[in-house]
């Protein structure tokens, strides 16, 4: 049975290249071309499926970009539970640029949803059968769907006696966790938007951290800090991961990658502990690689030997 259901209401098909360098006018020629599904919640059942686990992905397909995106996720065999949309599934595009070593990330916007398409996805969501036990919504919301709509979602697990985990920003992350989730993976700045508070170091953010446990907002908050490392904060317990010392390639993928693991660990049973450290390494072999690519199994299991874990 497949326990690990994500939901990505704005999913794209990331084009990517590589040039030597990035200059104006100029005709820039792409050393390379490779497209990826991408995507929060869709990044999220790709890396569980590479870790040796399994996920379903719920998605919009709007156009031939929709129709492309279904196969690629056919070819890494992942199940899709998708609805059409009159508009077009976005495309982002990624340049390496290899004499400065720098990487460009373009993301577009992406089709607008009317009100009977983002009702779609909450009907979809409502008649899974059976219901996982895990459902994981990441990434921003379209334009059209209201702001409330991972509430919603929230709500609808709730019912089911399923676990809710939210990857997102903004209002939209605001209203769902008022609601109250029950896990929450904000960054740093996602975290000032959502707590209005600037702390100044990683002891203060962990305790802002515990309040949006306190106050009911979310059960469990993964609280990722880039380079800085990562907190895993519940009611009764703070645990602490530095970093892991690594030359990032790539800025893609991290948080993604981070929350797979930890979804895919915990669903299988293991401790909070030990879960939180497969993410910590799997945030960090995500950026090991130049490109677009995800965390590589093997990176994954041997920095996950790396990772200390402390308990405040
Ligand atoms: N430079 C780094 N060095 C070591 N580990 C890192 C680095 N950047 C990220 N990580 C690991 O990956 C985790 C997730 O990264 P981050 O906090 O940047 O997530 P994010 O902002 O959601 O990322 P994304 O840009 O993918 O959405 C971090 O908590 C950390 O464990
Ligand atoms: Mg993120």
């Keep these: 049975?497949?326990?690990?259901?994500?939901?990505?209401?704005?999913?794209?098909?990331?084009?990517?290249?590589?040039?030597?360098?990035?200059?104006?006018?100029?005709?820039l020629r792409g050393q390379s071309q490779r497209r990826d599904p991408g995507g929060g919640g869709i990044n999220v059942a790709r890396v569980i499926r590479r870790l040796g686990g399994d996920a379903r992905a719920i998605y919009p397909v709007g156009g031939a970009i929709g129709k492309l995106l279904r196969q690629l996720l056919d070819k890494e065999d992942i199940a899709s539970h998708t609805w059409m949309i009159a508009g077009e599934t976005r495309e982002?595009?990624?340049?390496?640029?290899?004499?400065?070593?720098?990487?460009?990330?373009?993301?577009?916007?992406?089709?607008?949803?009317?009100?009977?398409?983002?009702?779609?996805?909450?009907?979809?969501?409502?008649?899974?059968?059976?219901?996982?036990?895990?459902?994981?919504?990441?990434?921003?919301?379209?334009?059209?769907?209201?702001?409330?709509?991972?509430?919603?979602?929230?709500?609808?697990?709730?019912?089911?006696?399923?676990?809710?985990v939210l990857d997102t920003s903004g209002p939209a992350l605001a209203a769902a966790t008022a609601e109250g989730v029950d896990l929450i993976k904000p960054n740093l700045r996602e975290m000032r938007e959502l707590t209005g508070s600037e702390p100044s170091d990683a002891y203060a953010w962990e305790v802002a951290a515990k309040q949006l446990v306190e106050t009911g907002k979310a059960t469990v908050v993964a609280l990722t800090m880039g380079h800085l490392g990562a907190a895993l904060v519940t009611r009764d317990e703070v645990l602490r991961a530095p970093p892991i010392p690594i030359t990032p390639r790539s800025a893609v993928g991290a948080g993604d990658s981070f929350l797979a693991a930890l979804i895919w660990r915990l669903a299988s049973g293991a401790s909070?502990?030990?879960?939180?450290?497969?993410?910590?390494?799997?945030?960090?072999?995500?950026?090991?690689?130049?490109?677009?690519?995800l965390c590589r199994p093997d990176d994954v299991a041997r920095l996950a030997g790396q990772v200390t874990i402390e308990t405040a």
């Excluded at 939901?7 to 990035?22: C, H, Q, R, W, Y």
Aim: one cysteine or more; glycine letters at 6%.
């Design 1 to 27: 049975m497949t326990d690990i259901v994500t939901i990505t209401p704005n999913p794209a098909v990331d084009l990517s290249t590589v040039v030597d360098k990035i200059l104006p006018v100029a005709k």
């Design 272 to 293: 909070r502990a030990d879960s939180f450290r497969l993410a910590v390494a799997a945030g960090a072999a995500a950026l090991l690689h130049p490109g677009t690519e």
């Design 92 to 164: 982002n595009f990624f340049v390496d640029e290899i004499s400065a070593g720098k990487q460009y990330r373009f993301i577009l916007p992406g089709p607008r949803l009317h009100e009977v398409e983002w009702k779609q996805c909450l009907k979809l969501v409502a008649a899974l059968e059976p219901f996982p036990r895990f459902l994981v919504a990441s990434g921003s919301l379209p334009d059209g769907v209201p702001d409330d709509f991972y509430a919603q979602v929230a709500r609808i697990a709730k019912q089911r006696g399923a676990r809710f």
